[in-house]
């Protein structure tokens, strides 16, 4: 067996109107969308911040500026592809991966199976390889009053 690590990400995007919704990859219907540099695909990115900090490598907005005009509009699938670059060049493969999106609406588990199918051929490891949460705020915070959206990721690597 090879070094184990672990990992950690979490991420925040506000929610307008006028704005398309990406989440895991893939576009959902919805009257607002994620704010954001990029496509702001929030479960991505939290998967990208847990995978480089399993791997120490810091953190997405260290690798993608948020000034850098090549990451404007930015498709994070492209971000993460990337990620998964690195993670190779390192020697690391993915054990598993966690995650949790807080959101009151709209709502997420109808999506699910289409956002793991999506991920899991973007970082070419097997659906069963990656949960996929879903969670409101029961109407508290920025996630209650439908302002924004947030993320947590945990992820398992290991050194091959």
């Known amino acids: ?9 979490y991420d925040v995007h506000q929610l307008k109107e006028g ?4 989440l895991g990859g893939i576009q959902i219907p919805f009257e607002k969308g994620a704010v954001g540099h990029s496509d702001a695909d929030v479960l991505i990115h939290v998967i990208c911040d847990a995978l480089l900090g399993a791997a120490n490598m810091r953190d997405i907005g ?13 498709d994070s699938k492209i971000l993460l592809k990337d990620v998964m670059l690195l993670l190779k060049d390192k020697g690391y493969v993915i054990g598993n991966i966690d995650s949790t ?18 991920l899991a051929e ?10 996929i949460k879903a969670t409101t705020t029961e109407k508290l915070g920025f996630v209650g009053r439908q302002e924004g959206i947030s993320a947590y990721c945990a992820v398992l690597i290991e050194k091959k």
């Open 62 to 74: 260290f690798h993608f500026s948020d000034t850098d005009p090549q990451y404007k509009g930015i």
């Open 101 to 118: 999106i807080c959101l009151q609406l709209p709502k997420i588990n109808p999506h699910i199976p289409e956002m793991k199918k999506c």
């Open 19 to 22: 704005y398309d919704f990406w």
């Open 1 to 9: 067996m090879g070094k184990i690590r672990v990992g950690f990400g």
């Open 122 to 131: 973007v970082m070419g490891i097997d659906e069963d390889d990656i949960s």
